[in-house]
Nanobody, 126 residues
């Protein structure tokens, strides 16, 4: 049974930083592509960052490029999303997701991910 647990969200002022964590059980994260999505009220879930199985490829949406960094600690079986220079528009529930198809590249579509964390709220005040 695969389980992903998101944590690290909170309330932060604009310009501040947060680091989100996604801890996994029942799966070895280094074997799979991973993604971080976010969903703001009234909006669709969007991919903000992703990492390939090997970790050799990463993706960032234009809205977070240069501010967010996705990384993976294989020893801790955890994926992180470091978020710097946060803006009020970054306010959303953030979810990590796991794709178990052994695809070697970046997985862009939410429909392709098989397991999801429960989400962690990030609120950025102005």
């Amino acid at each position: 049974q695969v389980q992903l647990v998101d944590s690290g969200g909170g309330l932060v002022q604009a310009g501040g930083s947060l680091r989100l964590s996604c801890a996994a059980s029942g799966a070895t994260l280094s074997s799979y592509a991973m993604g971080w999505f976010r969903q703001a009220p009234g909006k669709q879930r969007e991919l903000v960052a992703a990492i390939s199985r090997s970790g050799g490829s990463t993706y960032y949406s234009d809205s977070v490029k240069g501010r967010f960094t996705i990384s993976r600690d294989n020893a801790k079986n955890t994926v992180y999303l470091q978020m710097n220079s946060l803006k009020p528009v970054d306010t959303a529930v953030y979810y990590c997701a796991l794709d178990t198809t052994f695809y070697s590249g970046i997985v862009y579509s939410a429909r392709e991910y098989d397991y999801w964390g429960q989400g962690t709220q990030v609120t950025v005040s102005s």
